[in-house]
């Protein structure tokens, strides 16, 4: 029998309210108890519902916590983490969550490394197997050596566009030197929009005091300013391409109009 909307109702509801003990609460979030009461101690995660002696914790303290380790791993310090999140709602660790997913979604962050053999490496790249092409990409810091054989490539996508632009006949340190021209004006147009971003809707947000009403708003927002801002910044250089490509295509066909005659 297929399951019905009540059922799946009641299970999300069920989930809503399922409590646990602290040493639950740190199973779940990958943590032990002992730091589970530190960060309880420096005002991290909220008093829990006390029945007896004993404590039971929620989904909210779920987030708070898995918020607290997600920043930790991200290179924050517990006190950079503490100044942030002091004073905040319980919700705001769900709706924070939230806009880190965002962030770390596809278009946002490419993928993780992926292994690739050096023979996959030179199949795409059309050139032969015995070509340096590993040794470079080792050297601009896109990918390391595992092994004699393998390599782990630390940006896939754009090892593979690479790869492609060599097999359709560019030399490989043309491309390899493309990367390094493109990548400072990227970063400026990049923290351009960051900064206004933050100017124009975070900031606003914050002095507001972050309400709780307004949090969706906050994430949608910069969820559908990602692609925007990657749409824009594609159109933007393919009519820039198509201006450059015109420029020298003129002066191709001057030099041709300049050159004498074959006898």
Do not use: C
């Amino acid at each position: 029998m297929p399951e019905t909307h009540h059922d799946d109702q009641s299970a999300a509801d069920a989930q809503a309210v399922e409590e646990l003990t602290v040493d639950e609460l740190a199973s779940r979030v990958g943590m032990t108890v002992r730091n589970v009461r530190a960060y309880a101690s420096r005002g991290l995660l909220a008093p829990p519902r006390l029945e007896g002696r004993t404590g039971y914790y929620s989904q909210s303290h779920v987030a708070q916590l898995t918020l607290v380790r997600t920043l930790l791993e991200r290179g924050f310090t517990l006190q950079a983490v503490e100044k942030a999140l002091l004073d905040k709602t319980p919700k705001t660790a769900d709706y924070a969550l939230d806009l880190i997913t965002v962030l770390d979604s596809p278009l946002a962050r490419e993928r993780e490394s992926e292994l690739m053999s050096r023979s996959h490496l030179s199949a795409l790249a059309g050139i032969p197997r015995d070509a340096d092409l590993a040794e470079r990409l080792v050297e601009r810091g896109l990918a390391t050596i595992v092994d004699d054989d393998t390599l782990e490539v630390h940006h896939p996508e754009v090892v593979r566009a690479g790869a492609s632009a060599i097999s359709l006949g560019l030399r490989p340190e043309t491309v390899l030197d493309l990367l390094p021209a493109m990548t400072p004006p990227l970063r400026a147009v990049a923290d351009d929009l960051v900064r206004r971003v933050r100017d124009d809707i975070w900031q606003p947000f914050v002095q507001d005091g972050m309400p709780d009403d307004r949090w969706q708003e906050i994430v949608t927002a910069i969820a559908n300013l990602l692609p925007v801002a990657a749409q824009a910044v594609v159109a933007v250089f393919r009519d820039e391409l198509a201006h450059a490509i015109d420029e020298a295509l003129g002066e191709e066909l001057e030099a041709l109009g300049n050159r004498d005659p074959q006898p």
